[in-house]
């Protein structure tokens, strides 16, 4: 069995997608872990060290902007990257997330280019 090339976190209320995401980055050779929101996808990001972090940006209770902003320190201090994907057209507040560090990805997209960016991210 081939060791996986390491855990991807995607936090999104979307179960299509999520199911989507999670077939095609385990047949990359990656663990998934996944979580519905952006309480849940903090609670789990307690006690899990992912190798980087995907995250909605319009989810209920709590959107990916401020699961962005709650976790960007911690996360960047131990060099995990986080994608934030976003259906939102471009608003002028993306540059501030992308001037914090994060990577933003415009849906749709093919998954494909999301699995190149992540091995590109990872590496």
Do not use: C
């Not at 991807?8 to 980055?25: H, K, R, S």
């Not at 998934?32 to 972090?53: F, M, N, Q, W, Y």
């Amino acid at each position: 069995m081939t060791e996986p090339k390491g855990t991807i976190f995607i936090i999104d209320d979307d179960l299509a997608l999520q199911t989507v995401l999670e077939y095609a980055l385990r047949d990359a050779g990656y663990d998934v872990i996944l979580a519905h929101d952006g309480e849940e996808g903090l609670r789990k990001l307690e006690t899990l060290t992912p190798s980087l972090v995907i995250s909605d940006i319009m989810m209920p209770n709590m959107d990916g902007v401020e699961v962005f902003l709650q976790l960007k320190d911690r996360l960047q201090n131990q060099g995990i990257p986080i994608i934030i994907m976003t259906a939102l057209n471009r608003k002028p507040w993306f540059a501030d997330l992308e001037a914090e560090g994060a990577v933003i990805m415009q849906k749709p997209f093919e998954v494909e280019r999301l699995i190149d960016l992540i091995n590109s991210t990872i590496e």
